[in-house]
């Protein structure tokens, strides 16, 4: 028998291991031993810091601890493309961070489910909170259903980059925020040289670049009652045939990309690519290229039409320190401190109400045109959004890669991917 | 005092002891299960806590619409009749019997012809086989990395090579005609192996004698490896093609590395269309659903098999 009771003990104990590690960790840690008087461990996740900014992000931690001895807000990062992959599983695991960042796009999806916390009552137990510190704008473009769920973190446009140098040496002329199209595409022809593998132009086909031309050609990509695909008309087709006009002529195929990563910002960085339709992110990565760059607002067609991406700060609604979540939270997003490390990083710009805290972006020499980057906000064009946004934007995508490879027809292309996206509405 | 029922030990028939096994008492039979049952505790565990519980929960799942963030809610059969009815389900379906069409008879060929030439005697043999097991252990990640880097259609090896013969390569993965070969290729390279070590010792244990009278019968070495060795590997065979049936159906790593799915679709095979629809698209539910759809293929089509493996396979 004793030998039975031995084998009982043992098939516990190996019951009890198993147990400890499958236990999934906590939504949020303390630290041991972390009484009343114990730190607060706060996790935030971004996909905006990694890799050009994480130090930037590092000095906000630090001036936030300063205030906050009693918190450690412990980053996470991760790049955009698995960002949200591992914050659903997360939230799905019960080990989502307390708070981390969304954008414009994914905001609803969230907001909908009951994932992020209500930030209004504990903002209304805060003295200090001011609403009209943020940009009004802003401010509103993450509250859902009357509800704050999010605080707005940045916003940066989309302009087009260019390679002084190598427009000076073709004797193409610079160019200028009144370019059209035909500007462009004339010029982007005259500096590709094949031989030498220069392309002229980059601007990836894809549901962003193309919801944005679309824009600028006049058209829209949902008809006015938000339920029918309105892209596959003739401003989407001129939108379409603008975009993949491009691949294999003044621009690499996908091909000839060969699904190497970066391949454009490394293109670019190399000195091999006259214009660059990206955001302004990239402005701390280009700080050091051996060559002259500079910016201006895109080409326009029948109008401008920038695109504008926004980022917000949200705290999980199963947080164990809701306080402490919407402090970190208001200090990343409307601290001086937070806005003036954006500022000074050429990371995104803060959605700040006081002006003069953007002043001193103009300031920063590199690069000398980046008053384009608040022309650029003159005229936006926002992305539609909808419950199944990224099925969405696959389709459109897909579809519109189908075209650039010359597989489909570009209407044929746009009228497929509207019957795809009627499904989704 | 009445003696609880015996539920332990199965119903004993008058002459069904078998000889040479002492009868034991109860208690020690007991004891014996219990020992038993010990041993197997180290794989039953995993096995509950890693496979079955999680198949519990994903049909769980596939009954609840689930974003992943909001709560469940119930939806009954609505995701296998969702899935049932969508085209891309469909699709999904032909690209993945399309990929075991192109990767099963290319594996088994490759793997049985392998496993012939290392069957003799040769120089460095030994190092052969163990060349041709390496890519068998080697992570799917790096094969499929490599294997897109061989085939990359602007600066690949491959297409390089076959510049030099002055043939122009074609797009490989970036091109949807050739997406599905450029998969299927990469596949077969990697499982070669594992068919050939199958195989080989299927060959090892044919015995030299039916060889020889064969021979003595005026049998050439085609007729010989047709009516004589073909017959005899059957068991490795049937082997080999349940195994990669099963492993055919559920690609997976090779495509989400190589291709994604792409381009425009052509390689969006079941799994494929698993992930995409839980971790990009939110639809947790009908990926479950679909995972046990596949699960309901491959049931069918494994068991399929092991009736028709009366009729052709032979052993001994």
């Known amino acids: 028998m004793a030998r039975n009771l031995r084998a009982a003990v043992a098939l ?9 590690g499958c236990a999934k960790g906590s939504a949020t840690r303390d630290d041991a031993g972390g009484g009343g008087g114990g730190k607060v461990t706060l996790r935030y996740f971004t996909f905006s810091a990694a890799p050009d900014h994480v130090k930037d992000l590092d000095q906000i931690v630090a001036a936030f601890e300063k205030e906050n001895p009693r918190v450690d807000v412990r980053v996470e990062t991760a790049p955009f493309e698995e960002y949200f992959t591992k914050l659903q599983t997360s939230l799905a695991g019960g080990t989502a961070p307390d708070t981390f960042e969304l954008n414009y796009e994914n905001f609803v999806t969230y907001a909908g489910g009951k994932a992020l916390l209500d930030l209004g009552p504990v903002a209304a137990a805060d003295k200090g909170y001011d609403p009209a510190a943020y940009q009004p704008s802003s401010l509103a473009a993450f509250r859902h259903q009357g509800r704050q769920f999010a605080l707005p973190a940045s916003f940066s446009t989309v302009v087009l980059f260019y390679n002084k140098d190598l427009f000076e040496k073709a004797g193409v002329p610079l160019p200028t925020a009144d370019w059209t199209w035909e500007d462009e595409m004339d010029a982007a022809r005259r500096l590709t040289d094949r031989k030498n593998k220069v392309y002229g132009d980059f601007q990836p086909v894809q549901f962003h670049e193309f919801y944005k031309t679309l824009s600028q050609a006049g058209g829209r990509f949902l008809a006015e009652d938000g339920r029918t695909p309105a892209f ?12 993949v006009g491009k691949v294999g002529k003044v621009m690499p195929t996908e091909a000839e990309i060969g699904g190497t990563a970066d391949y454009d910002t490394n293109l670019f960085k190399s000195g091999k690519l006259a214009m660059w339709h990206n955001g302004i992110w990239q402005f701390a990565g280009l700080a050091d290229a051996p060559f002259e760059w500079d910016v201006v607002v895109e080409p326009g067609d029948r109008t401008k039409a920038s695109a504008v991406f926004h980022n917000a700060v949200a705290a999980s609604a199963r947080t164990g320190h809701p306080k402490e979540a919407w402090a970190w939270a208001r ?3 409307a601290s001086k401190v937070a806005a003036d490390v954006r500022i000074r990083s050429s990371w995104e710009l803060p ?9 001193g972006y103009l300031k920063e020499p590199r690069p000398p045109g980046r008053q384009a980057v608040f022309d650029s906000l003159k005229s936006i064009a926002l992305p539609p959004v909808i419950a199944k946004q990224q099925e969405m934007q696959d389709a ?11 597989r489909k027809s570009v209407k044929a292309a746009l009228d497929d991917a509207a019957r795809k996206v009627a499904g989704l509405l | 005092m009445s003696a609880p029922p015996d539920t332990v030990a199965p119903v004993r028939r008058a002459g069904s002891e078998r000889p040479g096994r002492p009868r034991r008492s109860r208690s020690a039979r007991l004891r014996y299960a219990g020992i038993v049952a010990f041993f197997l505790l180290p794989s039953a565990i995993p096995l509950a806590l890693f496979t079955l519980v999680p198949m519990a929960g994903s049909l769980w799942v596939s009954l609840h619409e689930w974003d992943l963030i909001t709560p469940m809610t119930w939806a009954g059969l609505g ?7 969508d085209p891309a389900t469909r699709a999904a379906f032909l690209h993945t019997v399309a990929f075991i069409a192109g990767y099963l008879p ?81 596949s077969a390279w990697k499982d070669l192996g594992f068919v050939m070590v199958i195989m080989l010792a299927g060959l090892q244990a044919i015995p030299r004698e039916y060889l020889d009278a064969a021979r003595v019968d005026g049998a050439g070495a085609l007729a010989r490896f047709r009516y004589v060795t073909l017959p005899l590997l059957s068991p490795s065979t049937f082997f080999v093609i349940v ?3 099963i492993n055919g159906f559920q690609v997976f790593d090779q495509v989400h590395v190589m291709t994604g799915g792409g381009p425009g679709g052509a390689t969006q095979v079941v799994v494929e269309q698993v992930y995409d629809l839980t971790f990009r698209y939110g639809r947790a539910g009908d990926a479950s659903a679909l995972s046990w759809l596949l699960f309901a293929v491959v049931l069918v089509v494994t068991l399929a098999q092991v009736r028709a493996q009366r009729r052709w396979v032979t052993y001994g």
């Open chain 1, 351 to 359: 959605p700040v109400a006081d002006r003069s805290l953007l002043a």
């Open chain 2, 79 to 85: 995701n296998y009749a969702e899935l049932l009815a």
């Open chain 2, 243 to 245: 195994i990669s049936l």
């Open chain 1, 331 to 333: 200090f990343l997003t």
């Open chain 1, 396 to 406: 459109v995508t897909e579809e519109l890669g189908n075209a650039a490879a010359g």
């Open chain 1, 232 to 243: 596959n008309g003739p401003e989407g087709v001129r939108a379409a045939e603008w975009l």
């Open chain 1, 12 to 20: 516990l104990a190996a019951a009890a291991l198993l147990a400890a």
């Open chain 2, 106 to 186: 290319l594996v088994y060929a490759g793997g049985l012809g392998l496993a012939v030439l290392l069957n003799r005697a040769m120089p460095a043999r030994d190092l052969f086989r163990a060349v041709y097991f390496l890519p068998v252990i080697t992570s799917w990640v790096v094969v499929a990395l490599m294997w897109k880097w061989l085939l990359n259609p602007r600066s690949g090896v491959v297409n390089w090579l076959l510049g030099v013969f002055g043939i122009e390569g074609p797009g490989w993965w970036t091109d949807p005609a050739w997406a599905m070969p450029s998969v299927i290729l990469a």
